[in-house]
């Protein structure tokens, strides 16, 4: 039945594979705590549920993982009604744990310059990294988006590309000038120094010394680097760089529709927490600077 259900998620919904990893997790973990009571997942109703998160809850879970579980325990309780295995759904009554809403960490523009020039443009990868870098903070894109950008999908002389982002939906992205001339140096660099593609990784657009695909932790490693090269003391990864751009497009006055789509979010609402963030230094720079507010007035 799990294999069925990973099938589904896959072919019929789409999931990214780490959301068809979590949910199957999850449902196994739900399997096992029903295991020693004799109940199947097909016997299960909402009470078993319910006292499964709540063991969860007690054992000290993180309310965002909680939430998480819930999402995949509905998700596959709603492919068993729809395989026609149960009549019902025990999970429709479950409440989903409320996290509330974190705000990104977002770097200064100062800050971003800093691990620009952070970069060693006289090393093997200096090049490579700078490239990497706009096109994490010149376009927004996810980490995930990056490792597996193909060079086909790059349009330099239109000055786009085309990801394929959460679900495998794909969506077009404006690049910059410089992320456009930092990559044509990078890829020229490659073809004249290597290195050279190894066999099936001739397609992919950034490569490591040893000609395979860049990873996610390869990338995060690179942003890491480039922040303590920088003298930034918080923590930096990837997705900080795309936070950061989204909202220093915004303060720049750009369209909260534009950013969403650039983004890739889906909802709107995904995209409106930039807001809350801009309201939130907006606050800080009236509390630091409003003459009410300045000591000794």
Not at 48 to 75: E, N, Y
Not at 152 to 158: A, H, K, M, P, Y
Not at 172 to 195: I, K, N
């Amino acid at each position: 039945m799990l294999k069925a259900y990973e099938a589904y998620l896959m072919l019929e919904r789409g999931l990214a594979e780490n959301t068809r990893i979590g949910y199957i997790h999850d449902v196994k973990r739900l399997l096992e705590w029903l295991a020693p009571m004799g109940v199947s997942s097909e016997q299960a109703d909402t009470s078993h549920l319910a006292a499964f998160l709540t063991d969860l809850h007690d054992m000290g879970i993180a309310t965002r993982s909680q939430a998480r579980m819930v999402s995949g325990i509905k998700s596959y309780y709603h492919y068993l009604v729809a395989e026609g295995v149960r009549t019902d759904d025990p999970s429709a009554l479950l409440d989903t744990p409320s996290a509330g809403r974190k705000l990104p960490e977002v770097l200064s523009i100062d800050e971003v310059d800093a691990m620009f020039a952070a970069i060693d443009m006289g090393s093997d990868t200096g090049q490579r990294n700078r490239a990497i870098m706009e096109m994490l903070y010149g376009s927004g894109l996810r980490v995930s988006e990056l490792c597996t950008l193909e060079r086909r999908r790059v349009f330099f002389d239109e000055e786009y590309l085309v990801v394929s982002g959460k679900g495998a939906k794909e969506r077009m992205v404006p690049m910059s000038a410089d992320a456009v001339e930092q990559t044509r140096l990078y890829l020229d660099q490659r073809l004249h120094q290597g290195p050279d593609a190894k066999p099936g990784e001739e397609g992919y657009l950034f490569l490591n010394r040893r000609g395979r695909h860049l990873t996610r932790v390869m990338v995060f490693y690179i942003v890491r680097d480039l922040a303590e090269a920088a003298g930034i003391r918080r923590s930096v990864s990837p997705h900080t760089l795309r936070h950061s751009f989204a909202t220093h497009l915004l303060e720049g006055g750009a369209n909260l529709r534009a950013i969403q789509q650039m983004l890739g979010h889906e909802s709107i609402g995904t995209t409106q927490i930039y807001l809350h963030l801009d309201n939130v230094r907006l606050r800080e720079e009236i509390l630091l600077h409003h003459p009410r507010n300045m000591r000794g007035v």
